[in-house]
Structures are given as C-alpha cells and as structure tokens.
C-alpha cells in the first residue's frame, strides 16, 4: 500500500510540473482573450484608423447630399440596416471587411448604399408612396387591353425583358417573339423583366411575316413602328379601341421591309435631335402608354386620336 501510495504521489508530482511548463504566461494569455471571437491584439488593430475611416465616410455622404446626423441621431434609424452598414464600415469586424474599407473608392460605395437604405426606409414608411408590387388578389380579373406586339428578330434580351416588364405593367394583350427575338426563359430576359415575364400572355413565331399575316387574318390592324417618310406621329394617330397589333425592328436594321408590305399603317416616335430613332423598348412603351391614353382607360372605350393611321407602305 506504501508503494502504492509513493507511485501516485510521483505521478501526480509529474503532473503539476508539466502542467506549469506548458501553461502560457499572464501577458500572452490575455494577449489572446477572445472579445466577439476575435483576439483582443487584432480588435485593437481593426479599431485603429477608425477616425479616418468616420471622416471619409461623412465627407462621401455630404457629396451625395445626405445629412450623417440624421442617420446618428434620430431614434427612427436605431437598428436600421443603414446604421449597421455605417458601424461596419468605421469599425470593420475582420481583416477582410479591413481591407476593403481601407480601400480608396470604398467610402463612396457605402456612402450610396447608406443613402439608398435611408430613402427606401423613409418610402417605406410613407402610406401614400407605393413601392410594392400589387396582389395577384388585387389584379385578378382585372382587363387586358386589345394591343399586341410583335418583336421583329430583335437582338438584345435586355430589351426584350424591358418590353415584358412595360407590357405587364399595362396589362396587354400579347407580345408575339419572332425569330431570333429572345423569348423566356432566357435568363438576361428574365433579370431585365423584373418577375413580369410569367404574367405576359407570349409566343414564338418563326417568321415575322408569318405571325402578321395571322394577326391580319384574325382581323387585327398591323401597324409597323418604323421612320419612314409616311408613317404618322403617335400623338397624332387614332389607334383603334377594338385592337391593334404593332411591329418592332431589329436594333440595327429596323422592321424588314417584306414586314412593312404586309402592314397596315405606320407610326413613328418623332426625335428632335441627330439620331433619327430610340431604343426599341423606350419606344414600345411611349407606343403603349399612347395607346392606353387614347383608349381612356379609366373610362372604358373613351378617348381617341386626331387622325387615322397611314395606309401601309403603298400610300395613305
């Protein structure tokens, strides 16, 4: 039992002795106390500068006309997304986000988004300010309106989802794809049509001509968007309440002219300066928003132009 006793005695001797060899001193140990997960030493490295990076910040915000007191001082903000943003940037959480506050164009970059964050919240809490989309409940039987168009082998997906988006929000009929016209579920198209492509009555012809003759065949007037020497100011042409189908060219080289042969009317966006046209989705849009204040849509079937459509491409 003596022996016994004498072993565990050594052994517990032993140790001790390791324990106090492997055991960091007081001032490495504090050294790396961890605060937030971080070693204190690195905090303190992170924190340093910070006065630099409050004066840069506060100089961007003024160059965009935003005012930092009220961001620090109103009650309104505490917890907000952009006073987080604000305190991320003057005392940044690790080497990465650092670095990259450190960077020279970085508080300008924050300084807009804080802005932003502070107009959306601001909106947000303006009753009479409408930033959300509507309900599928609110728009639910809802009316189309009697307006097609018809995409002529356009190249840019961005602005084929930029048409989508503008026929969504006015609630027409159809957009018709032709040819090389990119269709959904492209991707560029979606991101550009902002959610609205799904909601847009589509289809894809082969051929322009083709999806005209149809159109025609169905009854509908075919109107081309294009700047020739005949066609008619938007304003200044009766578009038909019944229905109305109207083409758009290609970016480059506009409507195809066997297209034209097979069109009732034409009407123009009229410019004023050197270029002679626009964009094709900004000029789908003026088309449909005229179509729109022509037809009254507050009041069903009311409203109308000045003067009737040209006749086509063999003369009024």
Not at 37 to 54: E, I, K, M, V
Not at 121 to 148: C, I, K, M, Q, Y
């Amino acid at each position: 039992a003596g022996c016994r006793l004498g072993r565990l005695a050594a052994t517990a001797c032993l140790v001790m002795r390791t324990a106090s060899c492997c055991s960091l001193p007081p001032s490495r140990s504090t050294a790396f106390s961890r605060i937030g997960g971080q070693p204190a030493a690195l905090n303190t490295r992170h924190a340093a500068g910070s006065d630099t990076r409050r004066a840069r910040l506060h100089e961007a915000l003024a160059a965009v006309g935003f005012e930092v007191d009220t961001l620090l001082e109103s009650a309104e903000f505490r917890g907000s997304s952009a006073l987080r943003m604000y305190s991320s940037f003057v005392l940044p959480r690790s080497h990465g986000a650092l670095a990259a506050a450190e960077q020279p164009q970085r508080a300008g970059v924050i300084a807009n988004s804080i802005a932003f964050m502070v107009r959306e919240h601001r909106n947000d809490r303006r009753e009479w300010l409408r930033n959300h989309d509507r309900s599928l409940a609110e728009v639910s039987g809802a009316p189309t309106f009697p307006l097609t168009l018809v995409l002529d082998n356009l190249r840019s997906a961005a602005n084929v989802g930029n048409i989508f988006r503008a026929a969504e929000a006015a609630r027409i009929e159809a957009v018709v794809c032709c040819g090389i016209t990119p269709t959904p579920p492209e991707p560029k198209l979606l991101r550009t049509a902002m959610g609205s492509a799904e909601y847009v009555k589509h289809t894809h012809a082969g051929s322009t001509l083709d999806a005209v003759r149809a159109l025609r065949d169905r009854g509908v007037p075919v109107w081309a968007c294009e700047t020739v020497a005949h066609a008619r100011v938007h304003w200044r042409t009766r578009m038909p309440p019944e229905g109305l189908a109207i083409v758009f060219g290609n970016e480059l080289i506009g409507v195809d002219a066997q297209v034209m042969d097979e069109c009732d009317g034409f009407v123009m966006v009229p410019t004023h300066g050197v270029k002679n046209s626009l964009n094709v989705a900004t000029c789908a849009s003026v088309l449909i928003w005229e179509a729109l204040r022509q037809w009254d849509v507050g009041e069903k079937g009311q409203g109308g132009g000045e003067e009737g459509a040209g006749a086509g491409s063999n003369g009024e």
